[in-house]
């Protein structure tokens, strides 16, 4: 998808372009590309002039939107989940602190955008989007 809005000047990119572009191999990108259309991040079209499209702007879809599309819900562990189902969990001491951290993750990937991942500033801007300093991780 990154590739998609480098490469904007193209309204449809098709999987073989996009393949060649990435040097991804063609089935992968094919599967790819079906499972973001299916998940509503692309617009799929047929024919001879087809191909695949993003279905909202660059700035509207976030790195969480497509990580949960191809992967499902964002969760470091288990304990993470909000639907955790652990026979340990009533004993637990950290699946609530892992919870925390897990939804902080969540709210840190779903306020970064396919746009702000292609920018071509020092850092990609993304310290700057994340409230993080250089030496704090």
């Known amino acids: 998808m990154a590739n998609m809005v480098i490469n904007s000047e193209k309204n ?11 040097e991804i191999p063609l089935p992968t990108v094919t599967r790819i590309m079906k499972l ?3 998940k509503e991040l692309l617009e799929s079209q047929r024919g001879p002039q087809g191909g695949y499209s993003l279905i909202r ?3 509207e879809i976030s790195v969480a939107d497509v990580i949960e599309a191809m992967e499902g819900p964002i969760s470091l562990t288990e304990c993470s989940s909000d639907n955790c189902h652990c026979i340990y969990e009533d004993n637990c001491d950290v699946g609530k602190p892992w919870q925390k951290i897990n ?3 969540r709210k ?3 306020n970064i955008s396919l746009d702000d991942m292609v920018k071509k500033d020092g850092n990609n801007g993304l310290l ?7 030496g704090s991780f």
Do not use: C, F
């Not at 449809?12 to 990435?22: D, M, P, Q, V, Y």
């Open 108 to 110: 840190v990937l779903k």
């Open 57 to 59: 702007t660059s700035q």
């Open 128 to 134: 700057q989007l994340t409230s993080i300093t250089e």
């Open 103 to 105: 939804r902080a993750i």
């Open 36 to 38: 973001l259309s299916n």
């Open 12 to 22: 449809i990119h098709t999987a073989k372009g996009l393949s060649e572009e990435t």
